[in-house]
């Protein structure tokens, strides 16, 4: 029987996602999909190829040097390892020269301290000669005191959207980078002076922060200029320098929060606040929901509040978000929030297979 190419392409976003809310692509499904039929072959390889994941990047960088041109355009996300300069350098290059429409990049360097000449020469050169133009830039493991941050920063000028996934402590150069962040995810607080170095020229572009680790005062001070027009703050710990930053945001469209603060009080929430995330991760005793019912009942603009955690605490989240006309998205899994690196209308973004097309 065949279906029409609509209805295959709803069943195929259906069965993309692995193990959500982690949401690796489904390599096996969507390969057995891609054997059905004809009519099912072209959208499942669509699919296979958006997404190239660390452990299938070798496997990946063989089928590339074919050079089916058709299909890797359709890549917009690739991982990769760098563990043996003399092996996985060449496929980052090579991986880069074929995928036209590559948007984000994610790099784990474990075994590199930093780009040689003769790369970075490669890779400007491909970024000369192809107009790729790699938004979304995701590094994940580095030496603490590893320059390959600076590198890429001058390599991709057009990065829109940053993630540190590691403690970095490298003096940052004296040139500044011209790349405009829309998004900053850091899970490791930054040194002023790399804060600076890295919001240098996103004065006016800074949409979405996330702050994994304690703020200092001085990261408080640093971020001031950048508050008014941040619109998404995701925040995994508190302390009196994170409440001056919330304080300072004052234009606000979301707000993520791991648990309820105790020691130190949120601070009056903006009125332009339409989503909270609250990820509740207390296994051993009750959580005080009070200002998050505050905040329900008080904040003119709220559309959504999403609730991750025990939901024997539900009921009263429910009745407060009823009366104030709120929606309650509600999960029992305790995951951060992960969504994917689009500039957002609305939040919250979370992750889908239709946001592909908005990566360009």
């Not at 559309?303 to 009366?323: H, N």
């Amino acid at each position: 029987m065949h279906l029409p190419d609509e209805l295959i392409c709803l069943v195929l976003a259906k069965a993309y996602y692995k193990d959500p809310p982690l949401n690796t692509p489904d390599y096996s499904t969507l390969s057995a999909c891609s054997l059905v039929s004809s009519s099912w072959t072209h959208p499942a390889q669509i699919l296979l190829f958006r997404c190239i994941t660390q452990d299938v990047a070798h496997a990946f960088s063989r089928f590339a040097e074919t050079n089916d041109q058709a299909l890797l355009a359709n890549v917009r996300t690739f991982s990769i390892a760098l563990l043996t300069q003399s092996v996985d350098l060449p496929i980052l290059v090579s991986v880069l020269r074929r995928c036209p429409q590559l948007y984000e990049l994610t790099i784990s360097a474990r075994g590199l301290f930093s780009f040689p000449d003769e790369s970075i020469a490669a890779l400007v050169s491909i970024m000369n000669s192809t107009g790729l133009s790699i938004r979304s830039l995701r590094l994940i493991e580095c030496s603490v005191q590893s320059p390959i941050l600076y590198q890429l920063m001058g390599v991709f000028p057009t990065i829109e959207f940053l993630t540190l996934g590691v403690e970095l402590a490298a003096t940052p150069p004296l040139w500044k980078p011209i790349c405009a962040l829309y998004e900053l995810k850091c899970h490791r607080t930054l040194s002023p002076e790399m804060l600076v170095w890295l919001l240098s020229s996103s004065a006016s572009s800074l949409r979405v922060l996330e702050l994994r680790d304690l703020p200092s005062a001085r990261t408080a001070v640093e971020l001031a200029p950048y508050c008014e027009s941040i619109q998404s703050l995701r925040l995994m710990r508190y302390n009196a320098h994170t409440a001056a930053i919330l304080r300072q945001c004052t234009n606000l469209l979301e707000l993520v929060l791991l648990n309820v603060p105790t020691l130190v009080s949120l601070p009056s929430l903006p009125p332009s606040l339409e989503h909270i995330t609250l990820l509740i991760q207390t296994y051993t005793t009750s959580v005080d929901l009070t200002p998050v019912i505050v905040a329900v009942n008080s904040l003119p603009n709220l559309r959504t509040l999403s609730f991750m955690g025990d939901l024997g605490q539900i009921a009263v989240l429910q009745s407060v978000c009823d009366s104030k006309n709120v929606s309650l998205w509600r999960t029992s899994q305790k995951f951060w929030t992960m969504d994917d690196p689009i500039k957002a209308t609305r939040f919250p973004r979370r992750q889908s297979v239709s946001n592909f097309y908005l990566m360009k």
